[in-house]
């Protein structure tokens, strides 16, 4: 029986006291060609149980599974090995079913874990303090973005060509509706950062700038020089990190200056699962930690003199302050943020740097291995475990081609920006430690055979 509590009467009340006519109203600011207009295509309107679940296996069978290929994809979402203790334990009954902690004197244990969690991602990141989370790297760019507005009450934020488009699509979504100004690029296939250009485009009416560590296409730079040139002016430097294991290897941003640091948690305890859900990660310098987003839990003693866990600030948030909160983030993505200090705390720091030293050594056997190809350029002057390919021919196309050979070979430039001529031939390559010596074999045959 389908659960229809609403009358049309009831309906035309509440449409009536928005002030629109009718529900589609309420999605003008979704584009046209986005909206579904129908049915489904080819979804019956009915169908028993055994009929969808037969259904539903003939669709998964057309995926192409990231363990059964060669598997070179990245751009901001990586393939790790997780070990078979992290879903064993966030799948007891005590994670599973817990809820974010709105009553923490009754969820010491969520509380502790994320305390600890917080402890991982403010050391990871070289900052302070951090939150209990975020939804994910790009709201948690965005939130980073609103706060610098808050701290140096200017509205004018410029992005590095070399962030992740999709972090980018983010911010401007959002600031459509804050009157933020956002300055943006596209990358250029160069060997170093676009750190001297984001230089000299600081002023006075900058409230922040924003760069990737490693870049979209997995170049590293020093950030101290930027992070000096934003403080000289008064604005914030923003970093975001789409691939934490590197930070197993190179220096954390807040080590170099950043003021907020933000990222995608998904590389470290939470697999692909085809898009989500991740975890974001935020951090920042403790006398911003007022204007910080999120949930935030703190330590404390009890009357009996004994450890215990609060909500830290948490008059921040939208259930309490509504309209005047920090953000409109009231929750966390909790059990993908245990799945982080899980993995964190087997890995250890000594797991980590063993873990990002093996992607880094797989990432430059393949680079080497690719580029004796013709027709084949690396890019970059340095990476971590990702880096980009300059083709001989255009790499959408290429990478469809490779597919078909049975290798998922990489994410194309033209995917990412369409209608960028200069960036059609570039391909982004990440090598995890899953990829083996008989993965990049097969990556450089099928490659061969597809520029040929």
């Given at each position: 029986?389908?659960?229809?509590?609403?009358?049309?009467?009831?309906?035309?009340?509440?449409?009536?006291?928005?002030?629109?006519k009718?529900?589609?109203?309420?999605?003008?600011?979704?584009?046209?060609?986005?909206?579904?207009?129908?049915?489904?295509?080819?979804?019956?309107?009915?169908?028993?149980?055994?009929?969808?679940?037969?259904?539903?296996?003939?669709?998964?069978?057309?995926?192409?599974?990231?363990?059964?290929?060669?598997?070179?994809?990245?751009?901001?979402?990586?393939?790790?090995?997780?070990?078979?203790?992290?879903?064993?334990?966030?799948?007891?009954?005590?994670?599973?079913?817990?809820?974010?902690?709105?009553?923490?004197?009754?969820?010491?244990?969520?509380?502790?874990?994320?305390?600890?969690?917080?402890t991982?991602?403010?050391?990871?990141?070289?900052?302070?303090?951090?939150?209990?989370?975020?939804?994910?790297?790009?709201?948690?760019?965005?939130?980073?973005?609103?706060?610098?507005?808050?701290?140096?009450?200017?509205?004018?934020?410029?992005?590095?060509?070399?962030?992740?488009?999709?972090?980018?699509?983010?911010?401007?979504?959002?600031?459509?509706?804050?009157?933020?100004?956002?300055?943006?690029?596209?990358?250029?296939?160069?060997?170093?950062?676009?750190?001297?250009?984001?230089?000299?485009?600081i002023?006075?009416?900058?409230?922040a700038?924003?760069?990737?560590?490693?870049?979209?296409?997995?170049?590293?730079g020093?950030?101290?020089?930027?992070?000096?040139?934003?403080?000289?002016e008064?604005?914030?430097?923003?970093?975001?990190?789409?691939e934490?294991?590197?930070?197993?290897?190179?220096?954390?941003?807040g080590?170099?200056?950043?003021?907020?640091v933000?990222?995608?948690?998904?590389?470290?305890?939470?697999?692909?699962?085809?898009?989500?859900?991740?975890?974001?990660?935020?951090?920042?310098?403790?006398?911003?930690?007022?204007?910080?987003?999120?949930?935030?839990?703190?330590?404390?003693?009890?009357?009996?003199?004994?450890?215990?866990?609060?909500?830290?600030?948490?008059?921040?948030?939208?259930?309490?302050?509504?309209?005047?909160?920090?953000?409109?983030?009231?929750?966390?993505?909790?059990?993908?943020?245990?799945?982080?200090?899980?993995?964190?705390?087997?890995?250890?720091?000594?797991g980590?740097?063993?873990?990002?030293?093996?992607?880094?050594?797989?990432?430059?056997?393949?680079?080497?291995?690719?580029?004796?190809?013709?027709?084949?350029?690396?890019?970059?002057?340095?990476?971590?475990?990702?880096?980009?390919?300059?083709?001989?021919?255009?790499?959408?196309?290429?990478?469809?081609?490779?597919?078909?050979?049975?290798?998922?070979?990489?994410?194309?430039?033209?995917?990412?920006?369409?209608?960028?001529?200069?960036?059609?031939?570039?391909?982004i390559?990440?090598?995890?430690?899953?990829?083996?010596?008989?993965?990049?074999?097969?990556?450089?045959?099928?490659?061969?055979g597809?520029?040929?």
């Open positions: 029986m389908r659960y229809l509590p609403l009358s049309d009467h009831d309906r035309r009340d509440m449409l009536a006291a928005v002030g629109v009718s529900i589609d109203d309420l999605f003008v600011d979704v584009p046209e060609a986005a909206r579904l207009a129908g049915t489904i295509e080819g979804l019956a309107d009915h169908a028993s149980e055994l009929a969808v679940e037969r259904h539903m296996r003939g669709l998964a069978r057309q995926n192409m599974v990231a363990g059964d290929v060669p598997f070179f994809l990245g751009a901001g979402a990586y393939r790790h090995h997780i070990p078979a203790s992290v879903d064993h334990l966030i799948q007891r009954g005590e994670f599973l079913t817990s809820y974010t902690p709105y009553q923490p004197e009754i969820a010491q244990g969520t509380l502790q874990a994320l305390f600890e969690f917080q991982q991602v403010a050391r990871l990141y070289g900052c302070e303090v951090a939150n209990a989370s975020m939804y994910d790297g790009s709201t948690a760019c965005w939130e980073a973005i609103a706060m610098a507005g808050r701290v140096t009450r200017r509205k004018k934020t410029i992005l590095s060509g070399g962030l992740h488009p999709h972090y980018v699509s983010t911010a401007k979504t959002m600031a459509k509706f804050t009157g933020d100004v956002l300055e943006t690029a596209v990358p250029s296939l160069d060997a170093a950062p676009d750190t001297g250009s984001l230089i000299d485009r002023d006075g009416e900058t409230s700038v924003v760069v990737q560590y490693p870049d979209i296409l997995g170049r590293i020093n950030l101290s020089e930027l992070a000096a040139r934003c403080h000289a008064g604005a914030l430097l923003i970093v975001v990190v789409t934490p294991v590197a930070l197993g290897a190179i220096k954390g941003p080590e170099m200056g950043a003021d907020i933000v990222g995608e948690g998904q590389s470290i305890g939470v697999g692909l699962n085809f898009g989500g859900p991740y975890v974001g990660l935020f951090a920042t310098r403790e006398k911003y930690v007022r204007q910080m987003p999120g949930r935030l839990c703190g330590e404390t003693v009890d009357a009996a003199g004994k450890r215990g866990f609060v909500l830290t600030l948490s008059t921040r948030e939208q259930h309490i302050r509504r309209e005047k909160a920090t953000s409109n983030i009231c929750t966390n993505a909790g059990l993908c943020a245990l799945a982080f200090t899980i993995h964190m705390t087997l890995l250890g720091e000594k980590l740097r063993q873990l990002a030293a093996a992607n880094h050594a797989r990432a430059v056997a393949a680079a080497e291995r690719l580029t004796q190809l013709p027709g084949v350029e690396l890019v970059n002057d340095s990476f971590f475990n990702e880096f980009t390919l300059k083709l001989s021919k255009e790499a959408r196309p290429a990478v469809r081609a490779l597919a078909e050979a049975g290798v998922l070979g990489g994410v194309s430039l033209g995917r990412l920006y369409p209608g960028e001529a200069d960036l059609a031939n570039g391909l390559v990440a090598v995890t430690e899953t990829v083996t010596d008989e993965d990049i074999g097969a990556f450089a045959k099928a490659l061969e597809v520029l040929a």
